[in-house]
T-cell receptor, first 115, second 113 residues
Framework: DGGITQSPKYLFRKEGQNVTLSCEQN?????MYWYRQDPGQGLRLIYY???????QKGDIAEGYSVSREKKESFPLTVTSAQKNPTAFYLC??????????????FGQGTRLTVV | RKEVEQDPGPFNVPEGATVAFNCTYS??????FFWYRQDCRKEPKLLMS???SGNEDGRFTAQLNRASQYISLLIRDSKLSDSATYLC??????????????FGSGTQLTVLP
């Protein structure tokens, strides 16, 4: 089955540590995204990528880093510079960034908690 | 001002009721519009796209008013399974003409037996 997979589902991090969240898709989509969702709030864009080896900052990129070495994979690293990392992280993909009415497909999310 | 604004609710309605949600957007150049549904502690999933002429999918009707910059979602004959958060989503043009999805904060709906 085609889809988008995030791992792990739950992640606990000590303060001062970097952690990497995995996102893999087998939908052959060019565009991939990382969003953060806090309780009672909408999704905020962290980073997005429209093609391999290219990525752009979203609205809240500080304290995060990404890479796009393969079309299928778009890992997100939450660094120690991110002051409030506890949140629900969602990865998404779409065919590309150019077509109208293009649906975004989401992974099941990773809940990160700083302990 | 937020780019996409929704009434957070919660909306608590009895089964069988009709309920409507509105969403306003600030960027007049927005091109595409969607409603996503998000169940508690789950990922969002596309409910329906919103077309200029309005569109219907079973019990769900979506409408777009470009002049007033709002979209709406109407749910008829509410079911218990409709309980979820409904996210309004618009596409805005970012640098280089790439389209980005911008999400509202969501409207929480609870359908009561």
């Amino acid at each position: 089955d085609g889809g988008i997979t995030q791992s792990p589902k739950y992640l606990f991090r000590k303060e001062g540590q970097n952690v990497t969240l995995s996102c893999e898709q087998n939908l052959n989509h060019d565009a991939m995204y990382w969003y953060r969702q806090d309780p009672g709030q909408g999704l905020r864009l962290i980073y997005y990528s429209q093609i391999v080896n290219d990525f752009q900052k979203g609205d809240i990129a500080e304290g995060y880093s990404v890479s796009r070495e393969k079309k299928e994979s778009f890992p997100l690293t939450v660094t120690s510079a991110q002051k409030n990392p506890t949140a629900f992280y969602l990865c998404a993909s779409s065919i590309d960034l150019w077509r109208m009415n293009t649906e975004a497909f989401f992974g099941q999310g990773t809940r990160l908690t700083v302990v | 001002r937020k780019e996409v604004e929704q009434d957070p609710g919660p909306f608590n309605v009895p089964e069988g009721a009709t309920v409507a949600f509105n969403c306003t957007y600030s960027n007049s150049a927005s091109q595409s519009f969607f409603w996503y549904r998000q169940d508690c502690r789950k990922e969002p999933k596309l409910l329906m796209s919103v077309y200029s002429s309005g569109n219907e999918d079973g019990r769900f009707t979506a409408q777009l008013n470009r002049a007033s910059q709002y979209i709406s979602l109407l749910i008829r004959d509410s079911k218990l399974s409709d309980s979820a958060t409904y996210l309004c989503v618009v596409t805005v043009i970012s640098s280089g003409s790439a389209r980005q999805l911008t999400f509202g904060s969501g409207t929480q709906l609870t359908v009561l037996p």
